[in-house]
C-alpha cells in the first residue's frame, strides 16, 4: 500500500513541478522583424544607387581606400572568389567582426554574390533571385553603419576575360 500511496505522491506533484517551470516567461528574443522591414524600406532608393555595372565595379576595386568583400561561406571562398577579395561570411556578422575587417566605416565596400557570374554552378550556384545572398548583405553592411556600399549589378558570364579568380580550384 505504501508503495502504491508513493507513487501517486509523484504522478500529483511532478505535473505541479513542470507547470512552475513553464510558467516562468522568458524574455523575448533579439530578433525584431518589424525593424528589419523598417530598415529595408528606409535603404530601397538609397541601394538602387549603389548598383553599379562590371565596369565600375573593376574600376573602383583598384582604388585606394576600397575592398571585394565575399560574404558567402568560407568553404565557397577558398575554392573561388574574385582576386583581392576578402572574406567574412555573412553569418559572422557582428559589430566586433565587421571592424576587425573593415575598421573605417567610410571605406568603399564592393560586393558580389553567386547570382552575379553566369556559368560556374559549382563554385557560383545561383540562388532564388529574390534571396541573393547581396540583398541580406547590403542591408547588413548599412545597418551596421557602412553606408558606402557598391553592389555588382551585372550578370557576367564566368569566362569573361575581365574577371579575375583565385583560390584552391583556381589554376
Sequence with gaps: MEINFFKLILVLLIPISMQSQHSKKLPKSKVD???FIELSEQIL?????????????LE???EEHTIVLDTRSEAAF???HLRGAIHLNFSDFTEA??????PSKETRILIYCNNNFNGDRFHFASKKTPL??????FINLY???YKNVHELSSLVPI?????QFEGDSVQ
Design 33 to 35: 522583424y518589424a525593424s
Design 45 to 57: 532608393e538609397y541601394r538602387q544607387q549603389r548598383l553599379i555595372p562590371l565596369e565600375t565595379f
Design 60 to 62: 573602383y576595386a583598384t
Design 78 to 80: 577558398k575554392q573561388k
Design 97 to 102: 567582426k565587421l571592424s576587425e575587417k573593415i
Design 132 to 137: 541573393a545572398l547581396n540583398i541580406p548583405t
Design 143 to 145: 545597418g551596421y553603419g
Design 159 to 163: 569566362e569573361d576575360q575581365r574577371l
